[in-house]
């Protein structure tokens, strides 16, 4: 019975869910970075991405106008007073989301940031009064002149669901980010394409020679490129930095180029051989007869064939050149910053501007947006390059 048609058994079901299960564990951190780079500050500190539609509770340091300014601090029935909205600086709203916030709590220390209730006054000292509403009004008495700065008032406030592109708008067109960040666009798009089609091209022929050419030493040859597959990369970035050294392509693109095509080819040859091994022998022997050579045989025929499999590394190559962070830091040296890759420029904004979260998602999101064009635009060859010479 457990065989019958149209049911389906338990590994089955087992598989399905897995696969659902590794979908999912990718979507959420990528939909998570989308939301926080369309969030502010306050709201990414004080509520998750999933609560992103939903009102969330703040906590606020806010100042009120500044008594020095013009026409701020008024004479009313012999008391000096200054009134306004915290929520309102210059005239304007700190945002649209703050416009139509609401307080629930308030205080005018950082110790006590809950000791009064909205409506009520707090006593500043030296005949100094506030009071602050629900909605962020306050008025600011004193029997004297008020000077200095605004005072200080931290608030707890509910606030609506807010939604901004300041965060693109400071990474991609203003900001102190703008050049840096769009530097380190092209400066890995320079790494990256050349290391993914040079170790292409290479691996091609080889593949080639591996998968339809007789010569002494193949099957050795093939074992070597197998087992190169496990050599971890961090074992041999010493030794080949100093070897680029002494022949003096360190310190650069070329040496960088030179070691992603190092660590890639191993898959490449592997993958392609095994994708050509199951092409027809009919073809490649039909077009010996009629007087082909090698070359022409690789060009004419495999190398249109083999699409697929080219696609499928292509893919492969361009994320882990894209996203890699180690060789670009050990081969791409660079005090100057003119040769930073993107990934190392967002470690450098986590170290420079902190706190920054809604930046650091902006400029995390934009790198990542490339390589999912290029997965989405050529999945459709990625699921038959890997199954390549897996069915006879």
């Given at each position: 019975?457990?065989?019958?048609?149209?049911?389906?058994?338990?590994?089955?079901?087992?598989?399905?869910?897995?696969?659902?299960?590794?979908?999912?564990?990718?979507?959420?951190?990528?939909?998570?970075?989308?939301?926080?780079?369309?969030?502010?500050?306050?709201?990414?500190?004080?509520?998750?991405?999933?609560?992103?539609?939903?009102?969330?509770?703040?906590?606020?340091t806010?100042?009120?106008?500044?008594?020095?300014?013009?026409?701020?601090?008024?004479?009313?029935?012999?008391?000096?007073?200054?009134?306004?909205n915290l929520f309102?600086?210059?005239?304007?709203?700190?945002?649209?989301?703050?416009?139509?916030?609401?307080?629930?709590?308030?205080?005018?220390?950082?110790?006590?940031?809950?000791?009064?209730?909205?409506?009520?006054?707090?006593?500043?000292?030296?005949?100094?009064?506030?009071?602050?509403?629900?909605?962020?009004?306050?008025?600011?008495?004193?029997?004297?002149?008020?000077?200095?700065?605004?005072?200080?008032?931290?608030?707890?406030?509910?606030?609506?669901?807010?939604?901004?592109?300041?965060?693109?708008?400071?990474v991609?067109?203003?900001?102190?980010?703008?050049?840096?960040?769009?530097?380190?666009?092209?400066?890995?798009?320079?790494?990256?394409?050349?290391?993914?089609?040079?170790?292409?091209?290479?691996?091609?022929?080889?593949?080639?020679?591996?998968?339809?050419?007789?010569?002494?030493?193949?099957?050795?040859?093939?074992?070597?490129?197998?087992?190169?597959?496990?050599?971890?990369?961090?074992?041999?970035?010493?030794?080949?930095?100093?070897?680029?050294?002494?022949?003096?392509?360190?310190?650069?693109?070329?040496?960088?180029?030179?070691?992603?095509?190092?660590?890639?080819?191993?898959?490449?040859?592997?993958?392609?051989?095994?994708?050509?091994?199951?092409?027809?022998?009919?073809?490649?022997?039909?077009?010996?007869?009629?007087?082909?050579?090698d070359?022409?045989?690789f060009?004419?025929?495999?190398?249109?064939?083999s699409?697929?499999?080219?696609?499928?590394?292509?893919?492969?190559?361009?994320?882990?050149?894209?996203?890699?962070?180690?060789?670009?830091?050990?081969?791409?040296?660079?005090?100057?910053?003119?040769?930073?890759?993107?990934?190392?420029?967002?470690?450098?904004?986590?170290?420079?501007?902190?706190?920054?979260?809604?930046?650091?998602?902006?400029?995390?999101?934009?790198?990542?947006?490339?390589?999912?064009?290029?997965?989405?635009?050529?999945?459709?060859?990625?699921?038959?390059?890997?199954?390549?010479?897996?069915?006879?």
């Open positions: 019975m457990e065989n019958i048609a149209g049911s389906k058994s338990a590994l089955s079901w087992i598989v399905q869910l897995s696969a659902l299960a590794l979908v999912l564990l990718w979507l959420f951190p990528t939909v998570g970075l989308l939301v926080s780079s369309f969030r502010t500050s306050d709201q990414i500190a004080s509520s998750g991405w999933w609560q992103s539609l939903f009102p969330t509770e703040q906590n606020l806010l100042r009120t106008a500044d008594p020095d300014d013009e026409g701020v601090q008024q004479l009313i029935d012999g008391v000096y007073t200054v009134s306004g309102v600086v210059e005239g304007d709203a700190d945002s649209a989301a703050e416009s139509e916030a609401t307080i629930s709590i308030w205080g005018t220390s950082s110790r006590d940031i809950a000791a009064y209730q909205p409506g009520e006054t707090a006593d500043l000292g030296d005949g100094e009064q506030i009071t602050v509403e629900v909605n962020g009004d306050y008025v600011w008495t004193s029997p004297t002149e008020l000077s200095g700065r605004g005072q200080r008032a931290f608030v707890t406030a509910t606030t609506p669901p807010e939604f901004t592109t300041e965060n693109y708008e400071t991609l067109i203003s900001g102190n980010t703008t050049d840096s960040m769009a530097k380190a666009f092209f400066n890995t798009l320079t790494v990256t394409i050349p290391a993914t089609i040079i170790p292409i091209v290479i691996a091609a022929f080889a593949a080639y020679a591996l998968a339809w050419m007789d010569f002494p030493g193949r099957a050795l040859l093939i074992a070597c490129v197998v087992g190169l597959l496990v050599v971890p990369l961090q074992l041999a970035l010493i030794p080949l930095l100093r070897l680029h050294l002494e022949i003096g392509i360190g310190k650069g693109y070329l040496g960088t180029w030179m070691a992603h095509t190092g660590f890639g080819l191993p898959l490449a040859i592997y993958l392609l051989r095994n994708y050509m091994v199951g092409l027809p022998r009919d073809i490649i022997e039909n077009a010996k007869v009629d007087g082909a050579t070359f022409q045989i060009t004419k025929i495999i190398l249109p064939l699409f697929p499999a080219l696609a499928s590394f292509a893919i492969f190559q361009f994320l882990w050149t894209w996203n890699d962070l180690l060789v670009a830091k050990v081969f791409l040296i660079d005090a100057t910053g003119q040769t930073t890759v993107m990934t190392n420029q967002i470690v450098e904004l986590l170290g420079t501007r902190g706190g920054n979260w809604e930046i650091l998602a902006t400029a995390a999101f934009v790198s990542i947006s490339v390589p999912l064009v290029v997965f989405f635009a050529m999945q459709k060859y990625l699921v038959r390059g890997l199954l390549a010479g897996s069915v006879k």
